[in-house]
């Protein structure tokens, strides 16, 4: 099943990445794909206080450290692969490590390192249209997963919609 929100400024794609942060209380990873500039890191600047991340955190593309990591009711991991120089890479940071500390784990630029260890519960797929404003589609793996999605989406308040069976 597949779930589309619309977003028409940084701060209601702030807000949605917030309303999912609220609802996640088990760990979880997450792929966000989508062009420079489509709103990933924006997206997760609200997960992260939608997770009481402390607002002392200012939450930034993990472009050169490829992994940041936040306090928040659940430990945030961000990574940025995009200047990954090769999956062996993510070994050296100690991603297993990080996958066995159950937290919630969100990867800009997933395709970098498609087929490698990293499996997503969730998969957000960014698109700018021409009116600059973002249409952002939702996938889930999982029984787990699904559910959350529902729910997301039943919420009221929540923008988005079911496309896809
Ligand atoms: P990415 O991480 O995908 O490269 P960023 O989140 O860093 O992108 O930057 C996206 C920019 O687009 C930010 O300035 C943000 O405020 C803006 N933005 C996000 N969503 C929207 C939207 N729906 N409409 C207009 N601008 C948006
Ligand atoms: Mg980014």
Not at 23 to 29: A, D, E, N, Q
Not at 100 to 114: F, H, N, S, T
Not at 138 to 159: M, Y
């Amino acid at each position: 099943m597949i779930f589309e929100a619309f977003t028409q400024s940084g701060d209601e794609t702030r807000k949605l990445g917030e309303f999912l942060g609220k609802m996640i209380s088990t760990p979880l990873s997450i792929a966000l794909s989508g062009d420079l500039g489509a709103g990933k890191t924006t997206f997760v600047q609200g997960l992260a206080r939608g997770l009481d991340v402390p607002d002392a955190y200012y939450v930034t593309s993990p472009t050169y450290t490829i992994i940041n990591d936040y306090p928040g009711r659940l430990p945030l991991y961000h990574l940025d692969l995009y200047r990954l120089g090769s999956p062996d890479e993510l070994d050296y940071l100690g991603i297993d490590d990080i996958i066995a500390r159950k937290g919630v784990i969100v990867v800009e630029w997933p395709e970098i390192i498609a087929g490698n260890s990293l499996r997503y519960d969730l998969e957000l797929c960014f698109r700018t249209d021409r009116n600059f404003n973002r249409t952002i589609s939702f996938s889930a793996s999982g029984l787990e997963s699904a559910n959350l999605l529902q729910k997301l989406f039943a919420s009221p308040g929540s923008t988005g919609k079911k496309a896809m069976e």
